[in-house]
């Protein structure tokens, strides 16, 4: 549902709005799995499964039930045009996806509408969402590293989180490894995003993320690392935390 | 909570319902399994044909659950024997025996009859809610999200996915608009089913006869399914022999070992050939067994690679809607056609190549292939791999062929 434009009292955006502009072009491509969004698409099932399986150990629920996540309210901050949201609402989440950029959001929108599923899609930002609303799981997949304010941002999905909801953060860290290969490798020599997508200055360590979540309370349950074989065109899980990875913290019971 | 989009199964026979089966297992009772074909309406079945099953397809019948119900008129393959001689040779020397087990007590086949295995696999389908029509499927429209199928029985279904399993004359494959590239053998197989005086012992035999290969695959109750190859003209001439004609050549081939044989059916001549669809997926479509691939008999492996397809595809399908991917959605099927068709490829070429070498008279390849034989059949080693292969455990398995459920 369509939220009010900025109203009064609201806190400052912490999305740099040259960054929306930047993800707007890529939108209508967003759901062609051979598209300009094919390293998404390949890499997304390694997504939803981390996600699914923390949720279902924490939820106590069965991973391979096709209604796994039923009842389980989540909201998925910056979810472009709902390459998460869909499939966690067919697998019986109740999803909210926020996205700063009307483009991603009315991308989604059609194509939710064509795949049959009913996600509460809104083209706003996480300051704007009434503060008293609360989700059992909070995702911020590649988000961290576009916003202005890391701090403040997760301080505002921590204080989103029902007692004991899961917090899930996927981002890139920041050292020489990160800027070779995602900046140099996925920029200018693969070729998968377009330059100037990342500014690796933004980009967060393990530890500064870390220092960010403890200061809002949340504990974390889980880390790994994402790493690509190039040979087998594959992504899979790893310890290996130098470039792409994802963290779990629960909030306190 | 979602409106879930169904999947049609274009062909009821062995591929189309294991893969039903296959899919209900892993996805649940609430995706609807649609499975459409004429062939529905003619049950019980009346297929005189026999196949080897082997063991990994073993599994996975026993996985789906109608491996009990077949298995006490299935004859397992305790013993092969490969030789290599011509038509006037009077012993035929044995250059290859498999004591064929896999694991100990499995077998690395058994041969079973079609119609036992269409009919366990049609009750199990109707048990488990999948939804049966007797009619074909008569069209489609596919489009990025989803695809219409309209039925032989006018209704119109809109699903993720439609899979054609409708045989090597793919309809679907056909009106996709997939090429299929291969070659014809000009040979022809003659199948018929035989009884003889003496117990196989589970012992199936394969003779590569100047003509082709020559096999006696074993039934139960001193009974034998053959499968001999002839040149297309010749197969056409055999078949339509006189009683005592058509006995004497059998005999000619068949030998005296296991006593006096004799046909219990018409015998029956197919065409051989080879080919492979240019690709096993279109937009929401996905070709499995026959549809995808058809290869030489030599092997015994021409269902074995479909049911390779069943078990792949159904874990593509159900590892994607298990994270709530959409099943029909063009990387899944990508995923299903990497699996299978590098595979599908290897194994046509290797046939044809025991083809090229066994079907003819030069004394030079037979020398060549002799000593080839001859030392697999002395390297253990090396002849466990050709075991595992020939059971269908080489290469990356399907966890239902593992005897895993989905």
């Known amino acids: ?253 | 909570m979602s409106h879930q989009r169904g999947i049609v199964i274009g062909g009821g026979a062995f591929a189309g319902l294991a893969l039903a089966l296959a899919l209900r297992q892993g996805l649940g009772p609430d995706t609807p399994i649609i499975v459409a074909d004429p062939a529905l309406a003619l049950r019980p079945s009346r297929d005189p044909r026999a196949t080897a099953i082997v063991a990994a397809c073993r599994r996975l019948f026993d996985v789906l659950g109608v491996w009990d119900e077949v298995a006490e008129t299935a004859q397992p393959i305790l013993d092969m024997v490969v030789t290599d001689s011509a038509l006037e040779d009077a012993t035929r020397p044995v250059f290859l025996t498999f004591a064929g087990q896999v694991e100990p007590g499995e077998p690395f086949a058994h041969m079973v009859e079609n119609r036992h295995l269409i009919d366990a696999l049609t009750k199990h389908a109707e048990a488990a809610g999948i939804d049966l029509r007797p009619v074909p499927v008569i069209s489609y429209e596919s489009r990025p999200e989803a695809t219409s199928v309209t039925l032989g029985d006018g209704s119109v279904i809109e699903a993720s996915l439609l899979v054609a399993a409708d045989g090597a004359k793919s309809k679907l494959r056909e009106r996709a608009g997939i090429p299929t590239y291969g070659w014809d053998y000009d040979q022809s197989g003659i199948v018929v089913t035989v009884s003889h005086e003496r117990d196989h012992h589970g012992c199936a035999e394969e003779h590569f006869l100047p003509a082709g290969p020559f096999a006696i695959l074993p039934l139960t109750g001193k009974r034998s399914s053959l499968v001999w190859t002839e040149s297309r003209q010749e197969a056409a001439r055999i078949i339509v022999l006189s009683d005592d004609e058509f006995h004497a050549e059998l005999e000619q081939r068949f030998g005296l070992r296991l006593g006096e044989v004799r046909a219990l059916d018409k015998p029956k001549a197919f065409p051989l050939g080879y080919f492979v669809a240019k690709s096993f997926i279109g937009e929401r479509l996905a070709l499995v067994g026959d549809a995808a691939h058809v290869i030489h008999p030599i092997a015994g492996q021409g269902l074995n690679m479909g049911l390779k397809d069943v078990a792949a595809l159904a874990e593509s399908i159900v590892d994607a809607a298990r994270l709530g991917i959409d099943p029909g959605q063009a990387d899944v099927l990508e995923n299903y056609q990497r699996w299978r068709r590098f595979d599908t490829m290897a194994m046509g070429v290797a046939t044809n190549s025991l083809n090229l070498l066994f079907s003819n008279k030069s004394t030079l390849l037979r020398s060549v292939r002799d000593i080839g034989l001859g030392i697999v059949d002395r390297l253990p080693p090396l002849k466990e791999v050709f075991i595992r292969q020939a059971a269908g455990l080489g290469g990356e398995i399907p966890r239902l062929l593992k005897g895993e459920a989905l």
């Open chain 1, 1 to 253: 549902m369509a939220t009010p434009p900025n109203s009064a009292g609201a806190p400052a955006s912490t999305v740099d709005p040259a960054e929306i502009a930047k993800f707007s072009r890529l939108s209508a491509e967003w759901w062609d799995p051979n598209g300009k969004m094919a390293p998404l698409h390949k890499i997304n099932p390694l997504r939803l499964a981390y996600i699914r399986d923390a949720a279902c150990r924490k939820f106590e629920r069965n991973a391979k039930s096709l209604n796994c996540l039923s009842g389980l309210r989540m909201l998925d901050i910056g979810c472009g045009a709902g390459l998460l949201c869909e499939p966690f609402t067919r697998l019986g989440a109740q999803v909210i996806g926020v996205d700063p950029s009307a483009t991603n959001i009315a991308a989604a929108k059609l194509h939710a509408d064509k795949s049959q599923v009913s996600i509460d899609y809104r083209n706003t930002t996480i300051e704007q969402i009434d503060p008293r609303e609360r989700f059992d799981i909070v995702l911020a997949m590649e988000v961290i590293e576009h916003v202005t304010d890391v701090g403040a941002f997760l301080g505002r999905c921590a204080a989103m989180l029902k007692p004991g909801g899961l917090m899930v953060v996927s981002t890139l860290n920041r050292n020489w490894k990160s800027f070779a290969l995602a900046i140099v490798g996925a920029e200018y020599v693969m070729r998968w995003l377009p330059r100037g997508t990342h500014q690796w200055d933004k980009f967060v360590t393990p530890a500064e993320l870390a220092r960010h979540l403890h200061n809002h309370k949340l504990t974390i349950t889980e880390q790994a690392g994402v790493v690509y074989n190039p040979l087998a065109d594959r992504w899979s899980i790893s310890s290996d935390m130098d470039v792409n990875y994802m963290v779990v913290a629960e909030g306190a019971g």
